[in-house]
């Protein structure tokens, strides 16, 4: 996903720092949910801030705090199941240290990132409706993204069926 199909301006100026940080563009490199970490975050924190904006919400840190939801360089797509589970649960704390080394954040932020997987990851309950908006961005940026990967292997496996049908009914 390239940054610059978001022409809201506004939006690139304040997350612009984080964009731009060479540490946060570690993130590109790391498969998540099929596609890459960086991709992911962007999604959330554009459609999350969009709505904010539109709720009267505070857009500026919900667009931060979603940016850094999932600010780890661990990738654990090709783990077992055990090991998945493991950075489901711990990887709200593990972005939010990372993102604390880096970046200054209003207790806002940090309750974004730390409670982005509310009910699931054992965190707090978030405290403010941006919180809640991200986590909600979150879940449904994420179902699209998986189900965008799976239609893409479905249609790969059936051009796959279509070849070898068309190739031996002769």
Not at 21 to 46: A, L, P, Q, T
Request: glycine fraction near 2%; hydrophobic fraction near 40%; include cysteine.
């Amino acid at each position: 996903m390239d940054t610059n199909s978001y022409q809201d301006r506004k939006y690139l100026s304040i997350v612009s720092d984080i964009l731009d940080h060479e540490e946060f563009n570690k993130i590109r490199d790391v498969v998540h949910h099929g596609m890459n970490r960086y991709d992911h975050c962007v999604r959330v924190s554009y459609y999350s801030y969009k709505i904010a904006k539109f709720l009267h919400l505070n857009k500026e840190e919900t667009a931060r705090g979603a940016l850094l939801h999932d600010f780890f360089l661990e990738d654990n797509e090709e783990s077992n199941k055990k090991e998945r589970l493991e950075t489901l649960m711990s990887h709200p704390k593990k972005a939010l240290d990372n993102a604390l080394q880096h970046f200054d954040l209003t207790s806002l932020e940090q309750d974004i990132i730390v409670t982005h997987m509310f009910p699931v990851a054992p965190t707090r309950v978030p405290k403010y409706l941006e919180s809640w908006l991200v986590d909600l961005v979150d879940d449904v940026v994420s179902v699209f993204e998986k189900g965008f990967v799976v239609r893409r292997q479905l249609s790969a496996a059936a051009s796959f069926l279509l070849f070898v049908l068309v190739n031996t009914v002769r």
